[in-house]
């Protein structure tokens, strides 16, 4: 599974996904598409690069393609709608630069005449991914069109002279390939050091950069993928205790064994002789907010609590 660099598995090779959670957070993580999160009540903490805002009821964020984004909203109750699409459903109407702040409140809805609009689209699009009429495809692309185009027209974007400088935008893409490597080559001795050198930052300016960016420490990062490699292994290979724990990159059973009870709230011989197929989709992040749940049918992403 890629947890981190996001990779959502569709129906069809129609490229437009909608849900709708409760009481959801979602671990650091980035993808081309871009998603839309609407507050359809209560309130979420959201971080979208370096940027950290509370939303609000009837708030809506756009996270653009290629921004990383996560969300802790331990305490927060909340009803959260999000559609994510292909940038190739906008046609022309993507392009660059962005809008100023990803965050678009109530209140400039409201202004901007959108407030309907935006929950008559995502209705819309519900329904059509559900029913799958003819030319349903084509009604959900004209209506996705139609409320960028408006938003375009209303909410400031980024003029040539705000752009983000070239060393942001480096560090930025550096950051998302550090993480794809991650993803693939958990295994390896990955250390601070080897990460802050592929970014050309030293180990403690990667250290700040990275938590602000991510939520989470380098290390807690590269263990929750590494963990979850060996939850995966556990479960669906047969191999040994001290076989997974070397192949997904621990040096000795001591230390898996701590690390995977921490995140998982299991060690891996327990974990084992536990009945529910999907509980190694615990991570640290749940555990810390009030052992939530993933979500089904996604990546180990977006989180619930239990119903």
Same mark, same amino acid.
């Given at each position: 599974?890629?947890?981190?660099?996001?990779?959502?598995?569709?129906?069809?090779?129609?490229?437009?996904? @909608? #849900?709708?959670?409760?009481?959801?957070? %979602?671990?650091?993580?980035?993808?081309?598409?871009?998603?839309?999160?609407? /507050?359809?009540?209560?309130?979420?903490?959201?971080?979208?690069?370096?940027?950290?805002?509370?939303?609000?009821?009837?708030?809506?964020? /756009?996270?653009?393609?290629?921004?990383?984004?996560?969300?802790?909203? @331990?305490?927060?109750?909340? /009803?959260?709608? %999000?559609?994510?699409?292909?940038?190739?459903?906008? &046609?022309?109407?993507?392009?660059?630069?962005?809008?100023?702040?990803? $965050?678009?409140?109530?209140?400039?809805?409201?202004? =901007?005449?959108?407030?309907?609009?935006?929950?008559? $689209?995502?209705?819309?699009?519900?329904?059509?991914?559900?029913?799958?009429?003819? =030319?349903?495809?084509? /009604?959900? #692309?004209?209506?996705?069109?139609?409320?960028?185009?408006?938003?375009?027209?209303?909410?400031?974007?980024?003029?040539?002279?705000?752009?983000?400088?070239?060393?942001?935008?480096?560090?930025? &893409?550096?950051?998302?390939?550090?993480?794809?490597?991650?993803?693939?080559?958990? *295994?390896?001795?990955?250390?601070?050091? =080897?990460? *802050?050198?592929?970014?050309?930052?030293?180990?403690?300016?990667?250290?700040?950069?990275?938590?602000?960016?991510?939520?989470? +420490? %380098? !290390?807690?990062?590269? +263990?929750?993928?590494?963990?979850?490699?060996?939850?995966?292994?556990?479960? +669906?290979?047969?191999?040994?205790?001290?076989? !997974?724990?070397?192949?997904?990159?621990?040096?000795?059973?001591?230390? =898996?064994?701590?690390?995977?009870?921490?995140?998982?709230?299991?060690?891996?011989?327990?974990?084992?002789? !536990?009945?529910?197929?999907?509980?190694?989709?615990?991570?640290?992040?749940?555990?810390?907010? *009030?052992?939530?749940?993933?979500?089904? +049918?996604?990546?180990?992403?977006?989180?619930?609590?239990?119903?």
């Amino acid at each position: 599974m890629k947890a981190f660099h996001e990779v959502r598995n569709y129906d069809s090779d129609y490229m437009v996904w @909608h #849900s709708r959670y409760e009481n959801v957070g %979602f671990l650091a993580h980035w993808h081309k598409e871009i998603e839309l999160i609407y /507050v359809r009540s209560g309130s979420c903490l959201l971080s979208i690069t370096d940027q950290t805002f509370l939303a609000h009821a009837g708030d809506l964020t /756009v996270c653009e393609s290629g921004m990383i984004h996560y969300s802790d909203s @331990h305490g927060m109750d909340n /009803v959260l709608d %999000f559609l994510i699409f292909d940038t190739s459903i906008l &046609g022309p109407l993507f392009q660059n630069p962005g809008f100023m702040h990803p $965050l678009i409140t109530k209140a400039e809805l409201d202004t =901007f005449g959108l407030s309907g609009q935006l929950t008559d $689209l995502i209705d819309t699009v519900s329904r059509e991914l559900e029913q799958k009429k003819p =030319f349903y495809q084509e /009604v959900v #692309s004209s209506s996705i069109q139609a409320f960028w185009a408006l938003l375009k027209r209303c909410h400031p974007r980024t003029d040539a002279e705000q752009l983000p400088d070239d060393r942001r935008s480096r560090m930025l &893409g550096d950051l998302q390939d550090l993480l794809s490597y991650m993803d693939e080559h958990y *295994a390896d001795n990955i250390t601070l050091e =080897f990460a *802050a050198s592929r970014m050309n930052f030293s180990n403690s300016h990667f250290s700040k950069t990275f938590k602000k960016l991510m939520g989470i +420490n %380098f !290390v807690t990062y590269l +263990n929750l993928v590494r963990v979850e490699r060996a939850a995966s292994q556990l479960r +669906n290979t047969g191999k040994k205790i001290t076989d !997974v724990a070397l192949s997904c990159g621990f040096n000795n059973i001591r230390t =898996f064994n701590r690390v995977f009870k921490e995140i998982t709230g299991y060690t891996p011989s327990e974990f084992l002789l !536990v009945a529910d197929p999907d509980v190694y989709k615990r991570t640290y992040y749940n555990r810390r907010s *009030a052992e939530k749940e993933y979500v089904e +049918n996604d990546s180990l992403t977006l989180v619930k609590n239990h119903q």
